[in-house]
T-cell receptor
Framework: GENVEQHPSTLSVQEGDSAVIKCTYS??????FPWYKQELGKGPQLIID?????GEKKDQRIAVTLNKTAKHFSLHITETQPEDSAVYFC???????????FGPGTRLSVLP | DGGITQSPKYLFRKEGQNVTLSCEQN?????MYWYRQDPGQGLRLIYY???????QKGDIAEGYSVSREKKESFPLTVTSAQKNPTAFYLC?????????????FGQGTRLTVV
């Protein structure tokens, strides 16, 4: 079955700097890769996603890149702000698949 | 507004009791999921359902049960057989239509055994 790894497990950056979180997946049949942000005591919220037919997607300060050959995808946050501090999860699913496989999460701290 | 609602937000259970966590969605999604999250940990899949009256075990189904009698509802029962039930429980739903679409999460239920 699919296995998703995520690095780093914790990340601290200064406000205004960029943050990058990387995920790798094992099953080449996976074709949908969402990213979720979870604030303390709340459910995860979808922040951006990418399908396998594109290599990059951007939404304001957030971007996701996908390398199908290497089977990895990354979340890029530019001009970080204190409110970006949260736990971020990547996930993978496949055509005809029945569920999502999540990475273990990255705790991002943006220091003022 | 469309969304996914979990209740209650906090739940306390005595040892040996069964408790049921509610999950309702009005997004017209076919698929629904239950995840367990322990402090500082990721999401572990308990059960999922792709269609009414059908559901599948996830990675940690032991001690849990579910039903899917209506498209909108996917309640989770934590039974007395679950030896360590204290955790944060998250329900999610997604469309299917050939491939999975975005999954939306509820706000979670924090279950504590007292």
């Amino acid at each position: 079955g699919e296995n998703v790894e995520q690095h780093p497990s914790t990340l601290s950056v200064q406000e205004g700097d960029s943050a990058v979180i990387k995920c790798t997946y094992s099953d080449s049949a996976s074709n949908y890769f969402p990213w979720y942000k979870q604030e303390l005591g709340k459910g995860p919220q979808l922040i951006i996603d990418i399908r396998s037919n594109v290599g990059e997607k951007k939404d304001q300060r957030i971007a996701v890149t996908l390398n199908k050959t290497a089977k990895h995808f990354s979340l890029h946050i530019t001009e970080t702000q204190p409110e970006d501090s949260a736990v971020y999860f990547c996930a993978a699913s496949m055509l005809g698949g029945q569920n999502f496989v999540f990475g273990p999460g990255t705790r991002l701290s943006v220091l003022p | 507004d469309g969304g996914i609602t979990q209740s209650p937000k906090y739940l306390f259970r005595k040892e040996g009791q069964n408790v049921t966590l509610s999950c309702e969605q009005n997004l017209n999604h076919d698929a629904m999921y239950w995840y367990r999250q322990d402090p500082g940990q990721g999401l572990r899949l308990i059960y999922y359902s792709q269609i009414v009256n059908d559901f599948q075990k996830g990675d940690i189904a032991e001690g849990y049960s579910v039903s899917r009698e209506k498209k909108e509802s996917f309640p989770l029962t934590v039974t007395s057989a679950q030896k360590n039930p204290t955790a944060f429980y998250l329900c999610a739903s997604s469309g299917t239509g050939g491939w999975l679409t975005e999954a939306f999460f509820g706000q979670g239920t924090r279950l504590t055994v007292v």
